[in-house]
């Protein structure tokens, strides 16, 4: 039997114990941060000739200017030959996660108020945006999906993307998905040198207003140092989920919890219950699947480090751990979700029932599958079309506006001691 | 006359001289990163010993656990015992400032698709927001109301000030805005220390999920070092200026110019106009101004070091040049404002025509006075409301709505080699 971690709500050390399974090591070594800041110096500085030293150096592939660059054209090709069945699961998605995501557009807004200034919002989009995609083995096309679409719904011109090629070998279904989604042109780069030639630009790269996607601890260290001078996502964690039920099929629960595991050592996946028995059965589940999963060794491991299953003794509990963890998924497997739900302050996504494994919304329910990890969900939303998207105040004032605040901002301005602030006014408010 | 640096956009390389005008230099060294990282360190690991100790050093007062609270009660009596006017000033500045905000709430959403389901968006606020004023001569009551009030409209349950004070001297006015603002408790101590201890938690100070306000070089290496642990709003840089004018009183464009430059050595003003006599005016006006201004001495610094005044021939130029500017403040001086603004794609606030300086915006119009500086107005925005909530998605399916779109998601989910994903859907579709 896989060994994994049981806590019960009702020792007297739960909540110290509940940390420390949560306390997972996410600091960047020093060595890291000083490769990449070297790496991001040399990009800034020498362009298109450091970015393909380093790709080269670390792709293993003679990469020049002209051969990183991925054409529309190319993206079409591929998208033209994958299967039917490829181009059909992801044209569903496109068209679902576009559903989805216009609902977040927002409208501009202004109001009159009695004094007689006229405020507003209004909102606009980014220009240029880079997308970042992992190569080899842990490329999603589905990822692509998830952070392009919400781009273009927000009404960006340029997505661009950056994706490594270890041995120049490309995934025909990364391409395709960028097809789709509407990306449109794409660079054979990856590491903190691709997030380098995406921040400053280079003779090829054009320079981009923010980066989002993805990536292994370079890349997440490089979008940590380039942020300010473009926008960055978030910096993503390994994946967590947690699943809170109170029956249904132990098999399909097992399912679930080792849905996350199979991603990453790092994962972590959690199952919450007031049924004892559930647990235990839920946990022989866990061990027949692994006994069939392909990726059977990676979930172990993530099950045995991170893993958890915990036994409180009402659903109330069961929301407080939540609200503690805080996790990146979140399923409710009750008889009754929506009555727990307001109890629920802090998750990236929710899945309520039974009829929805987080698998639905990793591809195709909708809703974004880049959702806040590592206790980020108490601060941080989901990407959507708001990260494409910016604010602009608006202020307009009549005279008789600036009559009657006026006064008020020049006082507070001298008693801040900033007279010029103060002059701007009363030389509004003196003038005949 | 101050020596300010004059462009035209005519000139051959203007383009590349509006790029070095913009390229100020913001790096923090690695000095003070190394700094900050022990101090942080520090106070995480010893908590209320290491945060007095670094305040006493660096404060030059003897803080202890109990001395660097501030109570409620405390800023109670300071809100007392300020003088009427700064009392109405201050009440009438919340007002206003949260009738703007309160448009920016936002509302839950959810639908109902074809395919059986049901999709949505849930808000919820933050719990706990720690709020970092500056202390000493930096000290800007209005800065606790524009990061204050948002929150509280936002919901936030607890909103913690830290704002030191050097030498033990205490601002009167900005323990009176905190109390009016509705910040429930203060902590005397600032700098990367107070930044630690709010990240972190100490024995006396609640760990927050989001820090927010401005600070020094070592307030910002800190806040960018906790990012991740916590939320943070911005990496706030020098304050900017840009005023495009066709016509207008010299004197009046003459002290907005001014009113930016007086806030630091560091900030830019920037005058932009089709007016090739105005612009001199404005010169010689800026003069005027600097005699008998008491700031002269730093607004000439800024003015000498950062200003120009920008000659364009046409209005869609001065569009142009304020988009690779992307300014923090922007003024339309100008007597069609209406018909320059669709052509702005990049800045954080606009004040349109001649009768709002931007410190109408600053103390009292409603909109937030913290925006994006250095650029960033190309891809983030004014702190708002939003930064004090998040959201969630919400994902509900029924037997049917798994088996209308299982498949698909099944056949990525293979596609990227997560068999354990797609087991969890071909689970419920074989249920029988």
């Given at each position: 039997m896989a060994n994994i971690t049981r806590l019960d709500s009702a020792d007297t050390d739960f909540a110290a114990k509940l940390e420390a399974l949560l306390a997972r090591e996410t600091d960047t070594g020093d060595d890291v941060q000083h490769l990449?800041?070297?790496?991001?110096?040399n990009v800034?500085?020498?362009?298109?000739?450091?970015?393909?030293?380093?790709?080269e150096r670390f792709d293993g592939w003679a990469c020049t200017p002209e051969s990183m660059e991925i054409s529309r054209e190319r993206m079409q090709a591929a998208w033209e030959a994958v299967s039917d069945l490829d181009r059909e699961s992801l044209a569903l998605a496109v068209e679902r996660i576009r559903a989805y995501h216009e609902r977040q557009l927002q409208q501009d807004w202004d109001f009159t108020d009695d004094a007689?200034?006229?405020?507003?919002?209004?909102?606009?989009?980014?220009?240029?945006?880079?997308?970042?995609?992992?190569?080899?083995?842990?490329?999603?096309?589905?990822?692509?999906?998830?952070?392009?679409?919400p781009a273009v719904v927000a009404g960006v011109s340029e997505i661009v993307m950056v994706v490594p090629t270890p041995g120049g070998e490309i995934n025909e279904l990364v391409l395709a998905a960028a097809y789709i989604s509407g990306v449109q042109r794409g660079f054979a780069v990856g590491g903190a040198q691709a997030v380098a030639a995406l921040a400053y630009g280079t003779e090829t790269v054009p320079a981009v207003d923010k980066i989002v996607g993805p990536g292994n601890k370079f890349v997440a260290a490089a979008k940590r140092q380039v942020f300010g001078t473009c926008?960055?996502?978030?910096?993503?964690?390994?994946?967590?989920?947690?699943?809170?039920?109170?029956?249904g099929h132990p098999a399909w629960l097992a399912a679930d919890f080792l849905s996350q595991a199979e991603h990453d050592e790092a994962a972590q996946s959690i199952l919450i219950s007031t049924d004892a028995h559930?647990?235990?059965?839920?946990?022989?589940?866990?061990?027949?699947?692994?006994?069939v999963l392909p990726r059977a060794a990676i979930a172990r491991a993530s099950v045995e480090a991170h893993g958890a299953l915990i036994h409180v003794h009402s659903l109330q509990e069961a929301a407080a751990a939540v609200n503690v963890i805080a996790p990146e998924h979140l399923e409710l497997a009750l008889e009754d979700p929506d009555a727990l739900l307001p109890s629920i302050r802090h998750a990236g996504a929710i899945f309520l029932g039974h009829f929805v494994p987080e698998a639905l919304g990793d591809y195709i329910a909708g809703p974004n599958h880049v959702l806040p990890t590592n206790r980020t969900a108490r601060f941080s939303s989901p990407l959507g079309v708001y990260d494409f998207q910016k604010r602009t105040s608006v202020i307009r004032s009549t005279r008789a506006g600036v009559e009657a605040i006026g006064p008020a901002a020049a006082h507070l301005a001298h008693r801040e001691g900033l007279q010029a602030h103060a002059l701007t006014l009363e030389l509004r408010l003196n003038d005949e």
């Open positions: 990449v800041a070297d790496i991001l110096s800034k500085k020498r362009g298109n000739a450091a970015l393909c030293e380093y790709t007689g200034l006229t405020l507003g919002q209004r909102i606009t989009s980014l220009d240029r945006v880079g997308l970042y995609v992992p190569g080899g083995k842990a490329a999603y096309p589905s990822s692509v999906l998830m952070n392009a679409v926008g960055i996502d978030m910096i993503a964690g390994p994946s967590e989920i947690v699943v809170v039920a109170d029956g559930l647990l235990n059965q839920v946990a022989e589940s866990i061990e027949a699947h692994l006994a």
